[in-house]
């Protein structure tokens, strides 16, 4: 019997997936714990149009990333920091801190996660760093740090 899973199922399959099973797990366990429904005209039509919107809105993320990451190329932002005679900082500049620049002086929401630093910028100087926007889609931009 063909059915759609509606969940994903461990060592079954994922959830969308159309698969063959056995008509006796189908009728005693799938459907009525509703983990899957039977693959009729009407359920295939739905699972195709619930597949076309998932790849519409996620080509248009896509398309939006390599946008913002080529206006990216442009962006610099500029931290004041007290420092010593050195270039030595007191204190650091986060990954926080630069999505929250970013999001205050370009409107840019991002994840401070998706910005790639591997370690807090603890001297003067222009850094630059990379922001992680989509699957396989980045940007850079400059942090400038200056003293106060």
């Not at 009728?27 to 790849?55: G, W």
């Not at 080529?70 to 007290?82: D, G, P, Q």
């Not at 910028?121 to 760093?129: C, F, M, R």
Request: glycine content about 6%; aromatic content about 6%.
């Amino acid at each position: 019997m063909k059915v759609i899973l509606l969940q994903d199922i461990k060592s079954v399959g994922k959830k969308g997936q159309v698969l063959d099973a056995a008509d006796g797990y189908a009728r005693n366990y799938l459907l009525p714990k509703k983990l899957a429904v039977i693959a009729d005209a009407t359920n295939m039509n739905e699972l195709k149009t619930k597949q076309d919107a998932n790849k519409y809105k996620k080509d248009m993320s896509l398309a939006n990333a390599k946008e913002l990451s080529e206006k990216m190329k442009n962006y610099e932002l500029v931290f004041k920091i007290k420092a010593g005679e050195n270039g030595k900082t007191f204190g650091s500049v986060t990954a926080k801190d630069i999505a929250d620049e970013l999001n205050k002086k370009y409107f840019v929401e991002v994840d401070k996660k998706k910005v790639c630093l591997n370690d807090a910028i603890k001297s003067l100087g222009i850094y630059n760093i990379e922001i992680k926007l989509f699957e396989g889609v980045s940007g850079t931009i400059k942090v400038n740090i200056v003293a106060e």
